[in-house]
């Protein structure tokens, strides 16, 4: 009983703590969630954290962040993050109809509605593919290096992303006999952070030269015209079912529970292919507009706690773009989890009762945290996140965290292949289209492509 009890005490604890910094950080446009989700996660399981923790932690800051992603989106017109993107001309043409705050609602109780769903259709199709995890696992050098190659393929980069495989592939292989030699062993936090930061170290590099600075210069700040706010509901917390229509809420089941089996395709392109379809669904165009916000930021969440839970139940193997990013520290962070030379990680520690109880723990935690902060604060939480947060200074804390935790794990030499990871990675990322989810799989496929091609091990 003592167990079951303190196994509760630290879940809810996790939970909470997940949903109030995650509430916050998804007020901060342009936040992406790799490099915010993970390097907090991965502290959270070197930290100690037992497993349950761990789980209601990420599943609690996921779900929150995705909530407070809607608010700049509908309220300034700017994506909350990566996932906010295919959102934005829906949510833009509400703003422009004088209904940003109509967006704002209908987007966070289809995510709350959603995310509901996805976690039991997640547990179920785990159990139902987790016999089959040996015959994954004896083929998973193979099934990384397809993968590689097809999620190359099919990012916007596309044959670049496919040419660009063996030469990153060499280079990660090059930086790992480096750091055996400076630091005495293999590392993975550095080249996980380092892939991480890419994006945001590009921007870095690109303002420290001034032949490229003037890609990133502004002559005047920019200009954010916040929407009023207006409340239709009484006491603090609203009944998100009550927000949705009768339609709405269909919709929003629907593609909250199909999108939950599709674990292994892009979380982006789903909200994409979904918000068309239900857009040549409805014919009223507010309809259709309110509609469509509902069911794609629904779908942001159910993809990102099936790609989290199947492959982690199922296999205890990185195999859905989810997986490969945000969720990267629930599958390998040594020397607490690990792959090789065998998989230990949620996959071996949690039974199925786990992730289903801790996994609502998270959802309910931040029910009760984003969901009404969204609801009844959205307007003043964003001017007060834009008057005194500086986007500056969230950069220097989580580059701050990166270099601790590098260090930490490789010393000098694990920050210096933080760093070297984190320009080119960057580069590839901003300048050609090759994003984190291709550059993470192929580190997992790169000892085997080295090995292949070169002979060497």
């Known amino acids: ?85 295919p959102m934005l001309e829906q949510a833009t043409i509400l703003r422009r109809l004088g209904v940003p705050h109509i967006a704002l609602r209908k987007m966070i109780s289809g995510a709350i509605l959603a995310a509901f769903i996805a976690l039991p259709v997640s547990v179920a199709f785990a159990s139902v593919l987790a016999p089959y995890a040996d015959v994954v696992r004896k083929w998973a050098p193979y099934i990384f290096t397809l993968a590689a190659l097809i999620i190359a393929y099919t990012s916007s980069a596309r044959w670049a992303a496919v040419f660009a495989l063996i030469p990153f592939a060499i280079l990660l292989q090059g930086l790992n006999k480096f750091a055996i030699a400076g630091a005495g062993k293999g590392l993975f936090i550095s080249f996980f952070l380092g892939i991480a930061i890419g994006p945001m170290f590009a921007d870095l590099i690109t303002v420290l030269s001034p032949v490229a600075r003037q890609r990133l210069m502004r002559t005047v700040p920019r200009e954010f015209w916040l929407a009023p706010e207006l409340k239709m509901w ?45 857009s040549s669904r409805v014919k009223s165009t507010y309809q259709r507009l309110t509609t469509s916000l509902a069911v794609m930021n629904g779908v942001t969440e159910s993809t990102y706690i099936a790609e989290t839970i199947i492959p982690l139940m199922a296999f205890g193997l990185p195999l859905s773009p989810m997986a490969l990013g945000p969720a990267a520290p629930l599958f390998n962070a040594p020397p607490v989890y690990t792959l090789q030379p065998t998989v230990n990680n949620l996959h071996t520690l949690l039974v199925p009762y786990q992730y289903l109880l801790f996994g609502f723990i998270g959802i309910i935690m931040a029910a009760v945290v984003a969901y009404p902060l969204s609801m009844n604060y959205a307007r003043r939480a964003s001017a007060w996140v834009l008057r005194n947060v500086s986007q500056e200074a969230i950069i220097s804390m989580f580059t701050g965290l990166i270099v601790v935790l590098s260090y930490s794990e490789g010393g000098w030499t694990g920050v210096g292949v933080a760093i070297t990871i984190a320009i080119v990675g960057g580069i590839l990322n901003k300048y050609f289209g090759i994003h984190t989810g291709v550059q993470y799989m192929t580190y997992y496929a790169s000892g085997f492509i080295v090995l292949q091609l070169f002979g060497v091990k």
């Not at 989106?73 to 909350?80: N, Q």
């Not at 603090?236 to 199909?258: D, E, M, R, V």
């Open 234 to 278: 009484e006491g603090y917390f609203p009944n998100p079912i009550k927000i949705l229509s009768g339609g709405q809420k269909l919709y929003t089941a629907i593609a909250a529970f199909i999108s939950s089996l599709t674990f292994t395709f892009s979380p982006v392109g789903m909200t994409v292919m979904v918000g068309e379809f239900v």
């Open 1 to 85: 009983m003592e167990g079951i009890m303190g196994e509760l005490i630290w879940g809810i604890g996790a939970a909470l703590l997940g949903a109030v910094v995650f509430s916050g950080v998804g007020l901060i446009s342009g936040t992406d969630e790799t490099a915010t989700i993970a390097p907090v996660t991965l502290l959270v399981i070197l930290l100690g954290f037992p497993p349950v923790a761990v789980l209601s932690f990420f599943i609690a800051a996921a779900v929150s962040k995705h909530m407070t992603h809607a608010i700049p989106t509908a309220l300034m017109g700017i994506p909350g993050d990566t996932m906010a993107v």
